[in-house]
């Protein structure tokens, strides 16, 4: 039987991944092309925007859109994909743009590709471009055998989810920065973790689910981290996106999963974590299966 | 840049993910329903021969093939079924039911739901049910720091894929037992390990993916377990199913994994584990991410 933790967390996936429910817009989505690739989907509403800019984006063909072939460069095609932005941003219509961060994220069909171009952080839900990230999960098996793991409560004054509960270290991966190197990074910034121990946080998987909200498309991927730290070692507020660290046995982590305190992309996270560690069974959970497979969605 | 065994490797994932491919038969295949249910995928060249058994199976519907709702128990559905079966079987017809085994598998929506009938397994693939197995990985970090695995070879006599490499143990999830039960039991059948060492076996993870053949659509999903076997133990051959088992360097596994000379789908449970225990580096495996996703492919 299905607990109410059971439920809840299934709950959770699900909303993770609601691009890939039946009745969400997916079907009505065009796909975003750069280069005969796709590499996102867009909103119907979104295309009609789009229009405006006759010069950069071909009309829709075939269910896609696709950034005008003559914009034969990633240099190009950053540089005026950004003037499109500039203007929608003045215009002032889309909420999620007046989350303008100045950061660039690379667009690429797939990770391993080399960038076509790149485009602002805030604007990639309006094209439903796949985001990268870098999740670390700390963690220790004390003397008494329990397994028990290190959370971060994000600063109240942090721009999304202020306050939520998070892994040991997350961040976006930034263009040019190996994934290894983020993770040190991250550890060092955001919990003052030296490169001496972060180094010894060991790749395990990835975490990958698509949601959509008012705002757009959110097809994102997390590589996952396991660092277990040392017993005489405690990680510590560093840039000021965390107030506070805790190290928690797993059952109480488990319990604040599906309380609202989570962050839910961390939560998902650390569920990858609770399976890869046996610290749920699969013949006491009947959503098993549906857990491993919502944690690694693709489109 | 992606190497010889990335390619090799990921081309093994989408030969094992082929009903997902576009071009496949999934676009022409009818759902198979049960208690109005979807429990699995029946190909175009089925459903006509189905159409011979008008008091059993529905004429085709909205895309879907309903068993009879007259039947409406497990026995009086399992039953009818096996009549059906029986009836192609004499007819000699279909290849994949040359090899009846006289094996019931329980067939569910989900997993975790109340079986709605029972299936002799040689069948499963002409109506595109899941099959759901358990599989073992045996390893141990040796003294020197280096992790190394056991892995079994077929014997030469199996029926399916004779002679090739294989897990430490595996085997099908029978009605009525339990997943960990099935490992335990499967440890000792196929590798002689007693329970007290088979019961350290910890579930991680499941693989799943979806092929299909000439015979039909196979919808496949495996419960994986570690097993870190002590270093005075050896496994040994137990009822014949194995001819050899072998201690290996995991550099060494690795490469097996893209020869001919694996078992298809225990080579993606190895690549499961690859992720899980960091052999494989995501800054320099191009394909990591379509590796995790490729192993946890739901319908």
Redesign the interface.
């Known amino acids: 039987m299905?607990t109410a933790w059971s439920e809840k967390m299934l709950q959770l996936l699900r909303k993770m991944n609601n691009f890939h429910s039946p009745g969400s817009s997916r079907a009505r989505c065009l796909r975003f092309e750069v280069a005969d690739q796709q590499v996102g989907w867009i909103l119907p509403q979104m295309a009609s925007i789009l229009k405006n800019f006759p010069d950069v984006f071909d009309p829709p063909h075939n269910g896609g859109i696709s950034l005008s072939l003559s914009l034969d460069s990633h240099a190009k095609r950053s540089e005026v994909f950004d003037g499109v932005l500039q203007t929608l941003r003045r215009n002032d219509t889309l909420t999620c743009l007046k989350g303008w961060r100045d950061e660039r994220y690379d667009i690429m069909a797939?990770?391993?590709d080399t960038p076509l171009m790149s485009m602002e952080r805030s604007a990639t839900c309006l094209f439903g471009v796949r985001r990268y990230g870098v999740h670390i999960n700390g963690y220790r098996r004390c003397d008494d055998g329990q397994l028990r793991m290190w959370l971060a409560r994000r600063s109240a004054t942090k721009e999304t989810y202020p306050g939520l509960l998070d892994n040991l270290a997350a961040g976006g991966l930034a263009a040019g920065m190996?994934?290894?190197d983020t993770a040190v990074k991250e550890c060092w910034e955001e919990a003052c973790i030296p490169a001496a121990i972060a180094g010894m946080a060991?790749?395990?998987?990835?975490v990958?689910y698509t949601y959509e909200d008012e705002e757009g498309v959110f097809p994102e991927?997390q590589?996952v981290f396991d660092l277990e730290l040392p017993a005489d070692f405690q990680p510590s507020v560093g840039d000021g996106e965390v107030q506070e660290f805790y190290f928690l046995p797993m059952d109480e982590v488990k319990e604040l999963l599906v309380s609202d305190d989570f962050k839910p992309n961390c939560a998902l996270v650390v569920l990858d974590f609770l399976?890869?560690?046996?610290c749920?069974?699969?013949?006491t959970e009947?959503?098993?299966?549906?857990f491993?497979?919502g944690?690694?969605?693709?489109l």
């Open positions: 299905a797939r990770y391993c190996s994934i290894g060991r790749p395990v998987s990835t990958s991927s590589f399976i890869r560690h046996s749920i069974d699969p013949d009947p959503y098993y299966q549906e491993v497979t944690l690694h969605q693709t």
